[in-house]
């Protein structure tokens, strides 16, 4: 019975690692907005994917579900003064 336990608990780690990977954001990547304007570096990838970055010296995050990957640069569909007002 702890073997199984055991073997479950691997099971699982293994899946969120591989969940982790397949993320679109990753640090030190530039992100930019759907206009093509830079943004900044990502600082730190969250917990749901979601991209920190310092935006006119204050950290925002901007949500995982606007990221994408377009012309293989790392855009998000928020534009510049969208990501200035986020938190």
């Known amino acids: 019975m702890k073997k199984s336990w055991g073997v479950l608990a691997m099971v699982a780690f293994v899946s969120l690692t591989a969940i982790a990977q397949d993320g679109v954001a990753t640090e030190g990547k530039m992100l930019q907005s759907a206009n093509g304007a830079r943004l900044g570096a990502v600082y730190r990838v969250t917990d749901d994917g979601s991209a920190q970055l310092i935006v006119d010296g204050k950290m925002v995050t901007v949500p ?24």
């Not at 995982?64 to 938190?87: F, H, I, M, Q, Y």
């Open 64 to 87: 995982a579900s606007t990221l994408s990957v377009v012309d293989g640069k790392l855009t998000t569909s928020l534009s510049k003064s969208e990501v200035r007002k986020l938190k």
